[in-house]
C-alpha cells in the first residue's frame, strides 16, 4: 500500500502543475472544445481523487490489507474496540488530512451552490422589476442600459435570456439572431453545471494552478461550444461582428453574478448586468481568431486519443484505491 500512495501523490502533483499548464498552453482545444473540457474535468476529478486517496492509502498502510480492510479495521479503532497501537503520528495525520480536505472540497461546494443560487434569486427579483419580455423572442428580457449586453440566467423551467435595449437597436436582425442563439446554447446544453464545478474547485483550492487555469479555460471553452451551435444556422462573418459589438459590453456569460443595487424603473441598475470584472480580451480573441481563421476538427482517432486519456486519467487513481494492496 505504500507504493501506491507514492504513485498517488505522483499522480496528484503531476496534476496540479505540469500537465494543466500543458494542456492550457495547447493549440489543439480550440478545434475540439467538448474534448478539451472532457479532459479538463477528468483532471480536476482525478487531481482531487489522487490527492486524497494518496494521503487516505498513507495513513491507513500499517493497518495492512485491502482499503475496505483497512477502512473497517480504522472504524474499530475509532469507536474505541481495538487498540491503534500501528498507527503513528503521520499516519493520523495523512488521515486528518484526507478527511479535511474531503469535507473542505464538499463543503466549499454546497457554498458556492447556494452563493449562485441566492444571486440569481436576488438578479431575478431585479429582472421581474426592471425589465420587460420581449415579444419576438421567446424568454428573453430586455434592460434598458446603454451598452451592448447579452447574458442568460439559468434557472430550469425559468431560465431566461437577457439582452440590453442598446444590443437590439445595435445588432443587425441576424446578428441579434446569433447572439440569442449563443445564450440559448449555454441554457440548453447546462454549462453554468460546469461553471459551477469550477468554480467551486476555484474557491476550496486558490493556490492550485489546476484550479485557477481549468476555471479560465472552461470559461473560454464553454463559449466556443456556444459560437458553434450558433454558426450552424449563422455565417461566420455575422457571428464575428455580433461576438465583437457584444465585447463592448463586457463578454456575453451564462454565469451571472449580480450584485444588490438600487434604481429607478426602466433604467437597469449596476447589479442587473454580470459584473466579471476585466474583460477576457485573450479569450475573445480565440474566439474571434478560430471564426476568421477556421480550422478542420480534431479527426476521430485523435479525438478518441483525447477521450481515452480523460478515461485513463479517472480509471487509475480509482483502480489504485480499489485494490492499493497489489502495489
Same mark, same amino acid.
Given at each position: 500500500?505504500?507504493?501506491?500512495?507514492?504513485?498517488?501523490?505522483?499522480?496528484?502533483?503531476? *496534476?496540479?502543475?505540469?500537465?494543466?499548464?500543458?494542456?492550457?498552453?495547447?493549440?489543439?482545444?480550440?478545434?475540439?472544445?467538448?474534448?478539451?473540457?472532457?479532459?479538463?474535468?477528468?483532471?480536476?476529478?482525478?487531481?482531487?481523487?489522487?490527492?486524497?486517496?494518496?494521503?487516505?492509502?498513507?495513513?491507513?498502510?500499517?493497518?495492512?490489507?485491502?482499503?475496505?480492510?483497512? *477502512?473497517?479495521?480504522?472504524?474499530?479503532?475509532?469507536?474505541?474496540?481495538?487498540?491503534?497501537?500501528?498507527?503513528?503520528?503521520?499516519?493520523?495525520?495523512?488521515?486528518?488530512?484526507?478527511?479535511?480536505?474531503?469535507?473542505?472540497?464538499?463543503?466549499?461546494?454546497?457554498?458556492?451552490?447556494?452563493?449562485?443560487?441566492?444571486?440569481?434569486?436576488?438578479?431575478?427579483?431585479?429582472?421581474?422589476?426592471?425589465?420587460?419580455?420581449?415579444?419576438?423572442?421567446?424568454?428573453?428580457?430586455?434592460?434598458?442600459?446603454?451598452?451592448?449586453?447579452?447574458?442568460?440566467?439559468?434557472?430550469?423551467?425559468?431560465?431566461?435570456?437577457?439582452?440590453?435595449?442598446? *444590443?437590439?437597436?445595435?445588432?443587425?436582425?441576424?446578428?441579434?439572431?446569433?447572439?440569442?442563439?449563443?445564450?440559448?446554447?449555454?441554457?440548453?446544453?447546462?454549462?453554468?453545471?460546469?461553471?459551477?464545478?469550477?468554480?467551486?474547485?476555484?474557491?476550496?483550492?486558490?493556490?492550485?494552478?489546476?484550479?485557477?487555469?481549468?476555471?479560465?479555460?472552461?470559461?473560454?471553452?464553454?463559449?466556443?461550444?456556444?459560437?458553434?451551435?450558433?454558426?450552424?444556422?449563422?455565417?461566420?462573418?455575422?457571428?464575428?461582428?455580433?461576438?465583437?459589438?457584444?465585447?463592448?459590453?463586457?463578454?456575453?456569460?451564462?454565469?451571472?453574478?449580480?450584485?444588490?443595487?438600487?434604481?429607478?424603473?426602466?433604467?437597469?441598475?449596476?447589479?442587473?448586468?454580470?459584473?466579471?470584472?476585466?474583460?477576457?480580451?485573450?479569450?475573445?480573441?480565440?474566439?474571434?481568431?478560430?471564426?476568421?481563421?477556421?480550422?478542420?476538427?480534431?479527426?476521430?482517432?485523435?479525438?478518441?486519443?483525447?477521450?481515452?486519456?480523460?478515461?485513463?486519467?479517472?480509471?487509475?487513481?480509482?483502480?489504485?484505491?480499489?485494490?492499493?494492496?497489489?502495489?
Amino acid at each position: 500500500m505504500l507504493v501506491t500512495a507514492y504513485l498517488l501523490a505522483l499522480l496528484a502533483l503531476l *496534476l496540479a502543475w505540469p500537465v494543466p499548464v500543458a494542456l492550457s498552453r495547447a493549440r489543439w482545444t480550440s478545434r475540439s472544445p467538448f474534448a478539451a473540457m472532457v479532459l479538463w474535468q477528468a483532471i480536476a476529478l482525478a487531481g482531487g481523487l489522487s490527492m486524497i486517496g494518496a494521503m487516505l492509502v498513507y495513513g491507513l498502510e500499517p493497518l495492512g490489507g485491502t482499503l475496505v480492510g483497512a *477502512l473497517r479495521r480504522a472504524a474499530t479503532i475509532v469507536l474505541g474496540n481495538e487498540s491503534a497501537d500501528e498507527l503513528h503520528f503521520w499516519h493520523l495525520f495523512a488521515l486528518s488530512a484526507a478527511a479535511l480536505l474531503t469535507v473542505h472540497l464538499l463543503f466549499t461546494l454546497l457554498l458556492t451552490y447556494a452563493r449562485i443560487v441566492s444571486q440569481r434569486r436576488r438578479h431575478r427579483d431585479l429582472l421581474s422589476l426592471l425589465s420587460s419580455p420581449s415579444g419576438a423572442l421567446e424568454r428573453t428580457w430586455v434592460i434598458n442600459h446603454p451598452a451592448p449586453v447579452a447574458y442568460c440566467l439559468p434557472g430550469g423551467s425559468r431560465s431566461v435570456t437577457v439582452l440590453s435595449d442598446s *444590443l437590439m437597436e445595435t445588432l443587425a436582425p441576424e446578428e441579434l439572431a446569433a447572439v440569442v442563439r449563443h445564450e440559448k446554447a449555454h441554457l440548453t446544453q447546462r454549462h453554468h453545471l460546469l461553471l459551477w464545478a469550477f468554480e467551486a474547485w476555484r474557491s476550496a483550492l486558490p493556490w492550485l494552478p489546476t484550479s485557477r487555469l481549468a476555471r479560465q479555460a472552461v470559461n473560454s471553452l464553454v463559449e466556443m461550444l456556444a459560437d458553434d451551435v450558433a454558426r450552424r444556422s449563422t455565417p461566420d462573418d455575422v457571428l464575428v461582428r455580433a461576438i465583437a459589438l457584444v465585447a463592448v459590453g463586457g463578454e456575453s456569460a451564462p454565469d451571472v453574478v449580480a450584485g444588490e443595487s438600487g434604481g429607478s424603473r426602466g433604467t437597469a441598475p449596476a447589479g442587473l448586468v454580470p459584473d466579471r470584472g476585466d474583460p477576457d480580451d485573450a479569450g475573445i480573441a480565440a474566439r474571434l481568431s478560430r471564426l476568421l481563421t477556421p480550422r478542420p476538427p480534431l479527426g476521430r482517432g485523435a479525438t478518441a486519443v483525447v477521450l481515452a486519456a480523460a478515461l485513463m486519467l479517472l480509471a487509475v487513481p480509482t483502480a489504485l484505491l480499489i485494490a492499493p494492496g497489489l502495489f
